[in-house]
């Protein structure tokens, strides 16, 4: 049996009044809240919101949101598209959940089998998973706590990042929050922390000819080839740590030239390196001065190499995990932790694994679902202990000085 807290054991005690409903046990899943949360996961998963097209699955979740008394503002992101932020009676919380509603394609329909417990569909992990715990979740704390809680689902989280840079950013973005919980697929454990992320493509150019006479052109294809193979060699030597492990590199997408007889006047190749030590500064140098001598000798041919950086990248992004009753672990996926400025704990949590989000058989367990609903409140209610303590101590320290 969990051991409650001093400060929770005080919620559950006087959060219950005339008006207010009781603060949900977070040890028990109620069966209403189960049949709930169910039919919210899957009404999030069957409106298909693939990266840019979140607007459907945006218009729901704000009309579902507004029935349950949330107040829901919109932030728009880019045309038709817009960051949902929702609260109780005030704007200003100590206490923010986040997640992303856009997808990656295909889209893959919703199922549910009934007798294995597996729910599945795009989304159903990543991240919507995560989204229909966090809402249910907050419900069950609804009372004196609820005021102090927000939510923030953003979109774009799936390519580079754009909705919660909008929201980092945002001229109206409340400056309360110093405890945000952020909801990824992570098996149902705190993360401690995540690879950094730089990316990048190399564009090579050449001077197009007829293959039988390949003298009389500058093949960009080979251009390309003779830097991936410095980029091979240099991807042994990148940075690393004992937290993280090796940094490591993906040629994700190669494409050149038009035709076997022509020489290739262009060729292109997509790279994502996750970063386990260093900073993106320190690696892109790296990058350069590995390329250093095929971009000489390329504009020595007539042809080019140039590098053209995706963002400036992060590093790893170490994250808060000390919370009692809850496994630790890292992983070696980007999220949007490390775009959200400012002063605040950072945890991250959710169910459902990587290994399966992105795939054609991405799906979870319904117990899995179930049990992050409990393991939210009881996150949002030991990280609101640890944050009290250590307003204490630091009280404590004020009065000694």
Not at 4 to 17: C, E, M, N, R, Y
Not at 66 to 79: G, H, L, M
Not at 212 to 238: Q, T
Not at 328 to 346: A, E, F, I, Q, W
Request: charged residues 20%; proline residues 4%; aromatic residues 6%.
């Amino acid at each position: 049996m969990m051991i409650l807290g001093p400060l929770l054991s005080l919620v559950l005690a006087t959060s219950t009044t005339a008006s207010q409903s009781p603060i949900a046990d977070p040890t028990v899943l109620e069966p209403s809240t189960s049949k709930e949360l169910l039919h919210l996961h899957r009404s999030l998963i069957e409106i298909e919101s693939i990266t840019s097209n979140e607007a459907h699955v945006g218009k729901w979740l704000s009309s579902y949101l507004r029935a349950k008394n949330w107040t829901v503002e919109t932030q728009k992101v880019s045309e038709n598209r817009y960051n949902l932020l929702a609260y109780g009676s005030k704007r200003e919380t100590t206490i923010l959940l986040s997640s992303h509603i856009d997808t990656v394609p295909p889209y893959w329909p919703y199922y549910y089998n009934e007798t294995s417990g597996v729910i599945g569909g795009r989304g159903s992990v990543d991240a919507k998973g995560s989204v229909a715990a966090m809402i249910m979740a907050t419900e069950g704390l609804k009372g004196k706590l609820q005021d102090d809680i927000s939510l923030l689902f953003v979109v774009g989280e799936e390519t580079g990042g754009d909705g919660m840079r909008a929201f980092s950013s945002w001229s109206k973005r409340p400056s309360s929050h110093e405890i945000i919980i952020f909801g990824e697929p992570t098996e149902g454990k705190l993360v401690c922390g995540h690879k950094g992320m730089l990316g990048f493509a190399l564009k090579a150019t050449g001077k197009a000819a007829h293959s039988g006479y390949p003298w009389l052109g500058v093949s960009a294809n080979d251009v390309l080839v003779e830097a991936l193979g410095e980029l091979l060699k240099l991807r042994e030597h990148l940075p690393w740590s004992t937290k993280y492990g090796n940094t490591t590199m993906n040629v994700g997408r190669i494409q050149g030239g038009v035709a076997a007889n022509v020489v290739a006047e262009t060729a292109s190749a997509n790279i994502a390196i996750r970063l386990a030590a260093g900073t993106p500064d320190l690696v892109r140098g790296q990058i350069i001065d590995a390329l250093e001598e095929v971009k000489a000798a390329a504009k020595k041919q007539g042809g080019d190499l140039n590098i053209e950086w995706a963002s400036e990248g992060y590093p790893p992004v170490d994250i808060d995990c000390a919370i009692d009753g809850f496994e630790n672990m890292t992983v070696n996926y980007g999220t949007d932790v490390p775009l959200l400025s400012g002063h605040h704990r950072r945890y991250l949590y959710g169910p459902g694994s990587i290994f399966v989000a992105h795939s054609d058989h991405e799906a979870l367990q319904r117990k899995e679902l179930e049990e992050a609903v409990l393991d939210y409140r009881r996150l949002i209610l030991k990280a609101t202990e640890v944050r009290s303590k250590e307003q204490q101590g630091e009280s404590e320290e004020q009065v000694e000085l």
